[in-house]
């Protein structure tokens, strides 16, 4: 038997009640995987492009993977997949927690759901069955309440529970949906995806953990990986310590720290907002994923200021990036409690974050007045202010109603001195890192067919010394052997990116986590392998998984193609090609020439033809011809 | 350190009788590899297109690799790459025997020749040093008679002689260069490029074995494979009796023996040469490559109707299906005899067969004359004719000064109606295997720059049966993950063409053989990684193998391009166009517009333009922008 791994996949009609399983098969799992690629999959295969993101006719897939939830570090992750309302291009979003291994547990690798059910309700995943369940009771409530009331329901408190807060339900553009009340799957908008279709959320049970064919091997690396994984790696230390908030003081002594809505790179408050304070101060403890000791999630508490519910957990550096510095908030507390409200109305922290700071600029610039925030001075650094906006947008408030459309369509709004402080690509919100420090986040965000995402490709370390470990354990296996200088994008930047993004995008669809990678040295590209080998009894190859990440870039472009984005789509807001204004980076900025022969080049190289479209050749080369079909059929190959 | 492994390459300027040694570093070993990649790097760097192959212009490279001559099963291979004198594009030919370990043992992975020596030299490589020794007596002599004087004259009976005969001397354009008198480099002419340099031999005798990296790890798979390599396997065991030989009864059962000129693919005398009736009548025993004991290369000895000298081993199955059923010829003694000839004049057993059918047809239709053959009745099957005319090209007499210049340039000169009887691509004549049966040939014949080439890719095997533990084992990691039906030329096909030829162009860069891998079970693409790894040092994967692969083949098709080599040149023959005559493939063809289509669709999925030319981003991928700016110098980018 040449594959090995075979498993089930849930498909559920809310607006007919119906669900039903079906196997897809060996050769599906090995070509698709899971997580983005089996979810764009379904999107491509069953769904016209053009829908009304927030109409029954929008898909909504959940997915784990053929790998996830093994006892191995990483392996907790999962994704959702649909179309997105925030973009209107594909949605891709992934989650630790607990949410993959246990839909694994319960029978199912994946929940595909189509339509609108009239009433709200939940789906209740159970041991390889499923009902729909009743939501009245808990519409409007928070996803705290939610997860509360179905366990207490139930009768089980060990119920998995992902679900939509007051945000998904009020269609806020970047509502989230949240796992555990601390884990999101933050990006694209899902949550609104949820909302439109009277889905309060997913409960999920299951008790028969995943057969593996080589169950000794996996279990040996997860225990190597458990004794070792502190030592030598100061990533390691960083984020078992501090979790990715640990992050927050290098990039602000390297000058890349987001600030008032990336005016610059150094916010002069970072300590304030550091890692190392949290740790001190409101830290409780850490959290992990499911089988993973890192534990990178933290849990806060505070009184005051704020008193912050130690339940939604704390901030990770995307999060204190901007809702602290691009917000210029130095008021750590505030933070958490911005956090604790995102998580519990299910808002996308990076997307709330920069929508208030595009909307603090407005306000300074005179854009925006006292009069629209409902009296609220949205200056920047004011703390309370950021607070109160985050209800404001989970409710739709005032000012909240416009700022949850996002930035591109509140600037749109706002006539076109609003425009260039909306930092969006493809109408997806810039997240915490900066394209003028970086050079390969030029690529990363202008490519990504989900909008600005920051994780598409691993990052250069943001401490140079960083590089050496990383260089050797995770590039070179790639043949990539040169150190590169960090903010350039010549060819050799173009390659390197071109290969860490099949990989991250290979991770993704297998629904592992890039942390328990990326902090190498005890989990390498190697035992990864020997991990995805040993789970499912495939006789794979690194060749093979770099192969899985770009099929699934070349599916999710599809995606965004046939949706009408173009070439002209793939480019970075204005403020990135003009000086940061302050800090150790003070002037640098993106060179619009040279990304511009970056991005052709990148096209090339990715097989893609001069509209940015996928070729024939690539596609059948990554065995998936019936894309190009589709595409063709589309009419998105010029004659 | 990233990369690990370091060498040494000897540079030789025979013009000014001058030598050196450089050592260009680990990044170029990682990059480069050794074989082919190595030897048109330096033909691309070093080289201006257009000189004439046999002027003292053009350079000949010689070499193993970073890998070569380690203690494991297939690690012992060569190569030679020049700018061949048969198709004016790249020469790149393989050989096994002795002299890849023998020149690492001596202290070298290449050397890359210059110019022309005024009288006959050869070059004695021993220990780190090289001299350029008088080899004015041997001139004019056998490869045996070179080899016997040589050994004798520096006193030590173990070295390794690389050396041409009579052919080489004589310009003969398919002449080869043989090493321990029956490994051959046979295609391409390599042999001519060593005579017009006045350069008989290369003897090279060392004694230093190569440090390895982790030598527990490979003496470890070798002992494994050495153990277990004949268990499980048809392939090995057929192999082992019988070398290649072994394949000409499922070949011709199969439809697929190329008979009297590839007229038809069946031969009806097929059983008398087989390597069933090799073994039961002139078969004397195996003889190893360095370290592996697949021993698939036989000894055989005669004395009538001919005296066969066991000294120049007996043929493989490419010799017999060229100089006997390709030739009408159903004396497996006669065939034994061309084969000894070849290798003791230096000729290419496959030219030389493909050029005396094609003189035979021609003979047959009236095209060539009794007048012009000195008598001998040129007909098929005329065993005593062939060998004879194996003699009159070595000799360039009579016709075979004629048939020395390959069957394109005979054609030419014996006009129109001969033409469809010559049967090449690009200069090159086609070997053994008919592309109307199996699908994938007709790319590996139509898009190899060095013109028809079997060892592109691997095969399918030629019984059916023997694919499944094909697929699973080889194809398998690369993600191929289904039987295809062997004739066609789909989208399928193309793909798996393409990974198939990255691999083997992988396996000639590394100067590995296909056949350690081939009969797989106990040697697969997995313990191909780790013995690079474990000798070279270098955490690589077999994504990077596979890179490497693609790399060679961007770097010779470069070649050709610039050499001026076209999108017309990738084409078959019109016959393979013409239904096979008899057998079970009967009326058997291919099929031109599927060609044509899976020719393109090849270049979109290599990276190539439209006029076959690979993309700068393409080059860019595979590390090696200097290749594109050099294709641009020389205008091959169209604007």
């Known amino acids: 038997m040449p594959f090995g791994y075979n498993g089930r996949i849930l498909r559920v009609n809310l607006s007919k009640g119906e669900m039903r399983t079906e196997e897809p098969g060996e050769y599906f799992y090995r070509t698709y995987g899971g997580g983005s690629c089996l979810g764009v999959y379904y999107l491509l295969k069953e769904m016209d492009p053009g829908v009304d993101p927030l109409s029954p006719e929008n898909i909504i897939v959940f997915a784990g993977s053929a790998v996830s939830g093994a006892p191995a570090p990483g392996f907790a992750r999962s994704c959702i997949v649909s179309k997105s309302p925030l973009t209107g291009s594909i949605a891709n979003t992934v989650s630790g927690g607990y949410f993959g291994p246990e839909i694994k547990f319960a029978g199912f690798d994946a929940i595909v759901i189509k339509g609108k059910s009239e009433k709200p309700v939940y789906l209740w995943v159970h041991d390889g069955e499923a009902d729909i369940k009743d939501a009245s009771h808990i519409w409007g409530k928070t996803t705290g309440e939610t997860q509360g009331t179905i366990r207490k329901e139930l009768g089980d408190g060990r119920i998995i529970v992902a679900g939509i807060g007051q945000a998904g339900e009020n269609l806020v553009r970047y509502a989230c949906v949240v796992n555990n009340l601390k884990h999101a799957w933050g990006r694209c908008g899902t949550g609104a995806v949820m909302g439109s279709k009277n889905l309060k959320a997913i409960a999920a049970r299951g008790h028969n953990k995943p057969k593996m064919k080589d169950r000794e091997t996996v279990l040996s690396i997860a225990r190597h990986f458990a004794t070792n994984f502190m030592k030598e790696s100061v990533d390691n230390i960083t984020l078992h310590d501090f979790g990715t908030a ?38 409780v403890k850490g959290t992990p994923c499911y089988a993973c000791p890192v534990s990178c999630k933290k849990v806060v508490k505070a009184d005051t200021p704020y008193q912050v519910d130690p339940a939604y957990g704390g901030p990770e550096y995307e999060t204190i990036a901007m809702m602290g510095s691009d917000c210029g908030v130095s008021d750590l507390v505030a933070i958490c409690k911005g956090n604790e409200l995102c998580n519990k109305y299910g808002l996308d922290t990076i997307s709330t974050g920069a929508s208030i700071a595009f909307a603090m600029e407005c306000y300074e610039e005179g854009i925006i007045t006292r009069e629209d925030t409902g009296g609220v001075d949205l200056r920047f650094g004011n703390a309370d202010a950021m607070v109160k906006t985050v209800e404001m947008i989970a409710k739709r408030e005032k000012i909240g109603d416009m700022l949850a459309e996002g930035v591109r369509r509140a600037a749109e709004k706002l006539g076109e001195q609003a425009e260039k402080f909306a930092l969006h ?30 994780i598409q490709a691993e990052h250069d370390p943001a401490f140079a010394p960083g590089w050496a470990p990383f260089f050797s354990e995770r590039a070179n296996p790639l043949g990539i052997l040169e150190p590169l200088e ?34 190498v040295r005890y989990l390498t590209f190697r035992e990864l392998v020997d991990l995805v080998r040993a789970i499912t009894g495939w006789e794979t190859s690194l060749w093979e998984l770099q192969k899985l990440g770009e099929r699934t870039i070349a599916m999710l472009r599809a995606f965004s193609v046939r949706e009408g984005f173009t070439k002209e789509d793939d480019w970075l807001p204005e403020r990135m090609f003009e000086g940061i204004l302050s800090g150790p980076c003070k002037g640098q900025k993106v060179n619009k020439d040279k990304l511009r022969e970056a991005i052709d080049l990148y096209y090339e190289m990715a097989g893609w033809n001069k509209d940015g479209v996928p070729t024939k050749g690539k596609l059948a080369e990554l065995d998936v011809s019936w894309v190009a079909e589709e595409l063709e059929k589309r009419g998105k190959y010029r004659k």
């Open 246 to 283: 640990g992050d927050i003081m290098p990039q602000n002594e390297t000058g890349q720290l987001p600030t008032r809505n990336f005016q610059t790179g150094y916010f002069d408050k970072a300590e304030n907002i550091s890692g190392e304070r949290m740790k001190d101060t409101v830290l």
């Open 425 to 454: 690509v493809k109408g997806g919100e810039i997240p915490g890192h900066d394209p003028r420090v970086k050079g390969h986040l030029t690529l990363m965000y202008a490519l990504a067919p989900q909008g600005a995402s920051h």
């Open 486 to 519: 960090v903010s350039s994008i010549d060819h050799k930047k173009v390659r390197r990116f071109f290969y860490l993004q099949s990989a991250q995008n290979a991770l993704n669809t297998l629904a592992v986590c890039t942390f328990a990678l990326a902090p």
